[in-house]
């Protein structure tokens, strides 16, 4: 399919021109970028020697009553009903497209798609039309489902015949449809040729698989806030968490980190979903059009929906919101959800999905479809809708992976320079300052009362960007190693926020740019957690400046400049908390319940690790700005962990009441910016890593001892130290110790390690302790 259209942003070069080598043989290509072109308002495929969406329309001369133009939508009925209360404010505007359709046949016609255009100048009811294929194998039940919307009202139903039989039958039938003329091509592939094209004119679509129920009209059922509204794959879920989870693992061998956190949300099923006729929708449709397999197309949609950009890989930067599951939902679920309410069932998990769809007809499928049905259930077949059941796993299970394929051979050949894209064009960036406007904004400045930030700025930014850590007087020490990274690493457009004038005055005695920006953590607390959560407050200032960031704790040691590796097309880019390929760039997860039939026995999940909180570039867009009001909102009325918020805020899709805040992500290279468990886990345990890779930075963010792996860290990158790094146990403490164990589950034995341990006996004896600055750990009385 020749892709649309919307344009590609340019990578910013380097700021140190790096050569550029081929692409290991060992890294996976993904799909070729789609290229978009914006030199018309139309938005419509090129010429090229991809596929061809052509066809023609075809409607009896007593034609169905078509609606035409604008029309009233039908109201609502029930729990079902879209709510307008977003309680959290709203997302990302929508980049809709001219209704071309109706405005430019002649350029329709110039691409090929004057019979589809002029499909949907007869069929589309609010510039919408619901799509199903037609082709030879699901014959049997396009019947029921035709019946089904004319039973549900929706008048605005386009069927797509990919094939002489389909055309056949639904002349026979006298049902107005459009023939794709593209011999051969699989029905899962068709689906999004035709969804790409009808999106290109103006018009959006809700895709539907022939096996789809509709019990009333889905049209009344959309909020239209979002790119992309599909259906889960599961129902399983409670309400609240179907938009996504923190899943907890608990890796006992790191000792004082062993509990991490990873971001999961339950898979979406393109059996039923609407996209909008955005720049982002058509983008993401072409994709898909052009998987020369049709079984990746499932996964690949998922991918590009759930997780973020990562080294070559692109997304479109669709906004997504996932349909009320107990209101579209597999049939599956009947007895488990309150389906009495449900607008839309899908079949697919019944054993004959054509008895199944028949029995919920009010009066059958019709006489004149009934007898074509007759005629054709003894020569078609329907396909098997069953498949083989995925290996499911524990949530736990991934901290076995080691799976560092992909990253690996991209830094060894590469190193951590920035990789031509692939994939679909990201979205453009809406930039809360203009680019061709002042920087700083002084009047922005002065009406926001920021008027000191602005002054720091205009000294140290290079192309309104910063390198920005906040501190508090209770690290100092710290903050000094920090400073040294900073300026080995040759970083000159850098400043700390100093939280109190202590800090300010420590920044100014060893000559380092600061503004003071005096804040108190919802707890009152100064401790690292309590401040940690203050930064989105601070970001918030920064990005209503219109000056992007990237954020670093302290507890980080910068061996090189983090701009010349940065790719500039998300919202926000972020190291990860993940240390392979699976862990980092998300993987699918499978969990179980055989009570269920398939598809849908299996709960399929996608999962990445937590983006850390600790560093990430967030560019200045009114996205991010909305992300920040957002959590800085959080931070001051939730007890809640900075890390999480933010990991939420990102990955979550909208649903129901809650809508995302609409940014774009990536995920930096785990092995450029590593963090310490990579770091001293995988990294120095790999020759070939350990010894040939230049790291951006390292994060000691999963052990205790901070900055005395600073000092290690700076010695081996900075200060020619091989192997300083090396006595340093890959959990807690140093080589020499022992590596943490499960703790027994036997109260005895418990008992008899603490009356045989000495230290054990005089903590007892004390009863009360000092831990960490805590005061007090104390023992009770057993």
Known sequence: TQPLIVPEQTLRKPQQPAEMLNAAATIPTPPAPVKVSTGLSVQMPASGGALRGKGTFWSPEAALEMPTGQHKRPEPQGRCSPTQNVPLGP???????????????????????????????????????????????????????????????????????????????????????????????????????????????????????????????????????????????????????????????????????????????????????????????????????????????????????????????????????VMMVQCFCYSAFSQTQLTQGAVAINMASEEDPLAAMSAKLSGGVGTKIKGLLGRLRNKFALPSYGQQSPHTTSMNEIIASKDMAVGKALVMQHGCDVQPRQGPPPRAMNWQIPLSEEFPPRSVCQSAGLEGLCDVLTKVHIDREVLVAVSNKNIFHMLNLYFEGVRMANVSNVLIVALDEETGAFCRKNNFPYWVRTLTSRSGSTDNHATSGLKFQILRDFMSVGASVVLSDVDIVWVQSPFPYLYRDADVEGMTDGWDDPTAYGWEWVSGDTRFPPPVE???????????????????TQESLRMMERLAHRMATQDVWDQTAYNEEQFYVSYGNYRNPGVTQRVMNYLCFLNSKALFRFVREDPELYEGLRPVSAHVNYHPEKPQRMVDILAQYHHNKPHAIDKWHWGVGLKIATECSKRSTSASERAQRITHSAIAQRMVLARKMVWGGIKYVEFLPH
């Not at 959006?204 to 889905?218: E, G, R, S, Y």
């Not at 239209?224 to 968490?241: A, I, N």
């Not at 709960?603 to 570039?617: T, V």
């Open 91 to 321: 997302g990302r505007p929508l980049n809709r497209l001219p209704n071309v359709y109706k405005t430019d046949i002649a350029s329709c016609e110039g691409h090929g798609l004057g019979g589809l255009c002029n499909a949907l100048q007869k069929i589309a009811a609010n510039d919408e039309v619901l799509v199903v294929m037609g082709s030879e194998n699901v014959l049997p039940v396009l019947g029921p489902f035709i019946e089904a919307t004319r039973q549900a009202s929706i008048t605005n139903l386009l069927v797509v015949a990919l094939d002489m039989e389909s055309q056949s039958f639904l002349e026979s039938a006298g049902l107005a449809h459009y023939r794709l003329d593209l011999p051969g091509i699989d029905p899962n592939t068709a689906k999004w040729v035709v969804a790409r094209d009808i999106l290109s004119v103006g018009c959006a679509v809700l895709l539907a698989d022939p096996t789809m129920f509709f019990k009333q009209n889905a049209f009344a059922y959309l909020y239209r806030d979002s790119d992309v509204e599909t259906m889960s794959l599961s129902s399983r879920e409670p309400d609240g968490v179907i938009k996504g989870k923190v899943v907890g693992i608990d890796d006992a061998a790191m000792g004082w980190s062993r509990y991490a956190q990873t971001m999961s949300v339950n898979m979406a099923s393109s059996s039923l979903v609407f996209l909008q006729s955005t720049v982002e929708a058509i983008n993401l449709g072409a994709t898909l059009a052009e998987l020369k397999d049709p079984h990746l197309i499932e996964e690949t949609f998922n991918e590009h929906l759930f997780l973020p950009a990562s080294d070559q890989r692109s997304r479109p930067g669709v906004s997504t919101r």
């Open 602 to 620: 299996v709960q399929r999940n996608m999962r990445l690790s937590a983006r850390n909180s600790g560093l990430f570039f967030l560019q200045a």
